[in-house]
């Protein structure tokens, strides 16, 4: 009787184990976050059972995706304008929203280039032909330094001169090839490219908003609860130990927590 009892819960078990160990969630992702983001999903492949394919790319062209009805399970942005507006849509469960990492802005040159850049300041001198940002438009990176060079009063003296990538790896790619003169990219991705080109300066944080990187789950999905539990590892020590060590910064804060830590002192 015992080992029938046994039998009938291993029965009633098997399928829920089976169901779990074959989840396998879509994540569409900033591309800043794709060397970060295999890493943690093959040790979270192998922790847990569940698989992550990823879809990388410019945030504003993965929201247009999920827009568009795109089977995405997980949507992580490079900032928060793209999940803002599909909460609107309601097509993002907000309940789910997690703010993962931060980055900074960087600028760089090629690493064997004779360049006199050393200051964003610099790339308004007139030796200063091509300028490589993101489209601001649809890649973050590139709006976040189009409103940092806006902040430095530059930004129209340089505007001819600036060549527009599909996404922040291809300003990248840009500078490591020479076709540009300077470039202006996430921190981590300067460090990604090793010593293809050299960092000349890092934008003060107070040019532009917080870089924050939201993870959210999608509403469509048919896996919310294997998507749920990526999203949360991916706010846990171990996920968060490998965006560190690609240069990640801490998810900045937000709501009241980022007011308290920008207002002025009495």
């Not at 989840?23 to 060397?35: G, H």
Request: hydrophobic share 50%; glycine share 6%.
């Amino acid at each position: 009787m015992r080992i029938f009892r046994a039998i009938i819960v291993l029965l009633f078990l098997a399928p829920a184990t089976i169901a779990h160990a074959g989840e396998k969630i879509t994540v569409s992702a900033a591309i800043s976050l794709k060397d970060a983001l295999v890493e943690i999903g093959r040790s979270y492949a192998s922790a847990t059972g569940d698989e992550v394919a990823f879809n990388f790319g410019a945030s504003g062209q993965l929201m247009a995706q999920i827009e568009q009805g795109a089977p995405v399970d997980v949507f992580i942005s490079a900032a928060d304008k793209q999940v803002d507006r599909l909460a609107e849509e309601k097509l993002v469960d907000v309940n789910s929203r997690r703010v993962v990492a931060g980055n900074a802005l960087v600028l760089i040159v090629p690493a064997g280039a004779a360049s006199t850049v050393r200051s964003f300041e610099d790339l308004a001198k007139d030796s200063v032909k091509r300028i490589a940002i993101g489209q601001p438009k649809t890649v973050p990176a590139g709006e976040y330094a189009a409103r940092a060079l806006a902040t430095l009063r530059v930004l129209d003296a340089v505007r001819e001169r600036l060549v527009y990538g599909a996404n922040v790896r291809q300003v990248l790619d840009y500078v490591e090839r020479g076709e540009v003169d300077a470039g202006i990219v996430y921190r981590t991705d300067a460090l990604e490219s090793g010593d293809k080109v050299k960092v000349v300066a890092t934008a003060d944080g107070s040019l532009y908003d917080p870089i924050r990187y939201p993870a959210v789950v999608v509403t469509a999905s048919a896996k919310r609860d294997a998507a749920a539990r990526f999203v949360r590892h991916l706010e846990g020590r171990d996920a968060q130990a490998v965006l560190a060590s690609r240069g990640f910064a801490p998810p900045p804060p937000t709501g009241a927590a980022a007011a308290a830590t920008t207002a002025p002192s009495p």
